[in-house]
């Protein structure tokens, strides 16, 4: 649907591994973020979405993660890692 594949993974006991599809969810709907820049992304799998080409990735990574640990799913020490496939 979206012209952008990325990776979507998060740091945990020093390795990397793909974030869940319920995270990725959750961060997708709106009504949660409450910011139209990330409205084109779409969640595929686990550590795997799809984004337009006007989400910038920094910005993105950065929301992600602040919504991740808001919502207790990424400990304060783990950090995100998005890359476009």
């Not at 799913?73 to 998005?82: F, R």
């Amino acid at each position: 649907m979206f012209a952008r594949k990325i990776r979507v993974e998060y740091e945990a006991d020093g390795r990397r591994l793909p974030c869940p599809l319920k995270w990725l969810d959750s961060f997708s709907m709106r009504n949660f973020t409450n910011a139209s820049v990330f409205d084109d992304t779409l969640p595929l799998s686990d550590g795997q979405m799809e984004i337009g080409s006007s989400v910038p990735l920094d910005q993105l990574k950065d929301a992600m993660e602040d919504w991740f640990r808001r919502k207790g799913y990424l400990p304060k020490e783990s950090h995100l890692s998005l890359a476009e496939n």
